[in-house]
């Protein structure tokens, strides 16, 4: 149990155009979603903790407007990735809690790899 | 400031030894405290925590972890190396006033050698 998904696992977009990446609790219900990024050779940096049907909380130095965070339900978030440039070009990583579980236990998905040309 | 520190980048083992990652925390009380392993290309899995009591937690694949208060340490054991346990591994904690999400150390990568 406590399986997360994302999709896509790997896109590519040109620069200035927009993309979508969902996640997805396949077999919970997810009261909380983080949004995490991963550079390269790098650790994890937090960007958004999103509850669902309410707006995001952004952590310091990610901009809210770039990145548009959306939990209209249980089991799904989604982050968009607004006028894309080259430096978003990274792994953007989602995690879910779980309201049956301690909220400090997360689960993640796989992972999606953006390259922005 | 809140942090965890992985001091070590990379780290090499011969398969069979034996392994010891580091990582250290600074936090104003005792977080719950993490290891995850990350393959190339793969996400996070969850190797084991520590929520509270016993110090010494078994976790998945081997490895275990000794939660030492008076050092804020929480480091990763295994035994015996598998060439399959190359990877990336990251030390993660959740403070008790940080709304539940987790703060990653830097993470070391481990490179197993035949």
């Known amino acids: 149990g406590a399986v997360v998904s994302q999709h896509p696992s790997r896109v590519i977009c040109k620069s200035g155009t927009s993309v979508k990446i969902e996640c997805r609790s396949l077999d919970f219900q997810a009261t909380t979603m983080f949004w995490y990024r991963q550079f390269p050779k790098k650790s994890l940096m937090l960007m958004a903790t999103s509850n669902e049907g309410s707006k995001a909380t952004y952590e310091q130095g990610v901009e809210k407007d770039k990145f548009l965070i959306n939990h209209a339900s249980l089991t799904l978030s989604t982050l968009t990735v607004t006028s894309a440039h080259p430096e978003d070009s990274s792994f953007y990583i989602c995690?879910?809690?779980?309201?049956?579980?301690?909220?400090?236990?997360?689960?993640f998905g796989p992972g999606t790899r953006l390259t922005v040309t | 400031a809140q942090s965890v520190t992985q001091p070590d980048i990379h780290i090499t083992v011969s398969e069979g030894a034996s392994l010891e990652l580091r990582c250290n925390y600074s936090y104003g009380a005792t977080p719950y405290l993490f290891w995850y392993v990350q393959s190339p290309g793969q996400g996070l899995q969850l190797l084991l925590k520590y929520f509270s009591g016993d110090t010494l937690v078994q976790g998945i694949k081997g490895f275990e972890a000794e939660f030492k208060r008076s050092q804020s340490s929480f480091n990763l054991r295994k035994p015996s190396v598998h060439w399959s346990d190359a990877a990336e591994y990251f030390c993660?904690?959740?403070?008790?006033?940080?709304?539940?999400?987790?703060?990653f150390g830097k993470g070391t990568s481990l490179l197993v050698t035949p």
């Open positions: 993660a904690v959740v403070g008790p006033d940080s709304g539940y999400a987790l703060n």
């Open positions: 995690s879910a809690t779980s309201w049956t579980r301690p909220s400090y236990e997360q689960y």
